[in-house]
């Protein structure tokens, strides 16, 4: 397993920004896929993005063109930057890496979009 600490969450406006940041504990992070899930209340846990080891990523339609997630070998993290956050972007955002079969999670970060 993998220990993942996630970072960046936090309260902003409709319109507002926010940078999530996830650093993974591993020696071989450059091998990992990973990515951000969300979980609003009362609903299921959804992917929305990842970013595999060769740098292809993926966006759930509703976060494309809003939503970049990139990722830095060097400091093993995968960030995400949201912009233009709406008010259904709210949820608690978690980090995830995978390989060879296995999956780590983060702990979970809040992220609240309201006027």
């Known amino acids: 397993q993998v220990q993942l600490v996630e970072s960046g969450g936090g309260s902003v406006p409709p319109g507002g920004s926010l940078r999530l940041s996830c650093e993974a504990s591993t020696r071989d992070f450059d091998i990992y896929t990973g990515g951000w899930y969300r979980q609003a209340p009362g609903k299921q846990r959804d992917l929305v993005a990842t970013?595999?080891?060769?740098?292809?990523?993926y966006y759930t339609s509703s976060v494309e063109g809003r939503f970049t997630i990139s990722r830095d070998n060097a400091k093993n993290t995968i960030d995400l930057q949201m912009n233009h956050l709406k008010p259904e972007d709210t949820a608690v955002y978690y980090c995830?890496?995978?390989?060879?079969?296995?999956?780590?999670w983060g702990q979970g970060t809040q992220v609240t979009v309201s006027s």
């Open positions: 970013i595999t080891s060769g740098r292809t990523t």
């Open positions: 995830y890496v995978t390989s060879r079969g296995v999956q780590s």
